[in-house]
């Protein structure tokens, strides 16, 4: 299928689900999934929910509200309180399922409350193919997917979303704080905070893609490889150590091997990728 043709096909099944509720973050995915099923539903039929809880990063919150309102549509604000969850907070391989349970099903009881047919999410095509735990939750609470029934991948978002003049075009991905801590480093509220200002802080710099990984005392800076001079010489090398070691890291470090999505899921066997799917 051609572009086009996905994106008749995406309208296709937001028609046949009638009255959805989004869950939102105010990323490239969700904000053109939020976009599309305004456009095909009409917004009197979307519902926008948008997590607040302390996982998520700080400057997330009030961009997602200025999409929401240019797109014209209805934004709830949740919590889905993960950190009272010890499945959660444990920070296995699984932390995903139990985070994305939560959600679920704070979801579906909102669209059962509020009279909509059905919750979606904007997993894409690409994420199917990934290390996601997440995606069994949705599967065990009937949660769809329309971006990747149409089979769309990340790039063909970005496309689409330039061609709705989306400013979530070229947006990096933000998944949750949480997905920066080493598995089995236990989530809580201070690390989380650690990882928000430390990345707030590189961002101030004019860092756009990176990740702060937090190895509970080790700090280690994920940037894209042209960007490794930019963190590693004159002043803002030194910036950085002052301000991480001042948010409580004994140690700085910077990955060589540059930025990646799912660097942590690197030292996981296939086994332990089993049982968390």
């Given at each position: 299928m051609n572009l086009k043709e996905k994106y008749d096909s995406l309208q296709g099944i937001l028609k046949k689900l009638h009255r959805v509720v989004v869950a939102y973050s105010g990323g490239v995915d969700s904000t053109f999934l939020l976009k599309a099923a305004v456009d095909t539903l009409g917004a009197e039929n979307v519902l926008a929910c948008i997590s607040a809880g302390v996982a998520e990063p700080s400057n997330q919150?009030?961009?997602?509200?200025?999409?929401?309102d240019q797109i014209g549509v209805c934004l709830q604000v949740i919590d889905t309180d993960e950190l009272s969850d010890p499945n959660f907070t444990a920070n296995k391989a699984d932390r995903c399922f139990h985070c994305k349970s939560h959600i679920c099903k704070v979801l579906s009881d909102?669209?059962?409350?509020?009279?909509?047919?059905?919750?979606?999410?904007?997993?894409?095509?690409?994420?199917?193919?990934?290390?996601?735990?997440?995606?069994?939750?949705?599967?065990?609470?009937?949660?769809?997917?329309p971006l990747a029934e149409a089979q769309l991948t990340k790039d063909e978002?970005?496309?689409?979303?330039?061609?709705?003049n989306l400013p979530t075009a070229d947006l990096p991905s933000s998944p949750c704080l949480a997905s920066r801590l080493s598995y089995g480093v236990e989530v809580?509220?201070?690390r989380l905070k650690q990882i928000d200002k430390a990345e707030e802080f590189l961002r101030s710099?004019?860092?756009?893609?990176?990740?702060?990984?937090?190895?509970?005392?080790?700090?280690?800076?994920?940037v894209n490889p042209q960007d490794i001079e930019k963190v590693t010489i004159g002043p803002a090398r030194s910036q950085i150590v002052e301000k991480l070691k001042?948010?409580?890291?004994?140690f700085v470090t910077v990955d060589l091997q540059g930025f990646r999505s799912g660097s942590l899921n690197e030292p996981l066997s296939e086994e332990e990728k089993r049982k968390s799917l």
């Open positions: 919150l009030v961009r997602a509200q200025k999409l929401a909102i669209a059962k409350e509020q009279d909509f047919d059905h919750v979606i999410f904007g997993t894409n095509y690409d994420d199917l193919d990934d290390f996601r735990p997440g995606n069994r939750a949705m599967k065990l609470f009937g949660i769809r997917s978002i970005r496309q689409l979303s330039r061609q709705l809580t509220e201070q710099l004019g860092l756009v893609e990176f990740r702060v990984r937090h190895h509970d005392t080790i700090a280690r800076i994920e001042t948010l409580g890291f004994k």
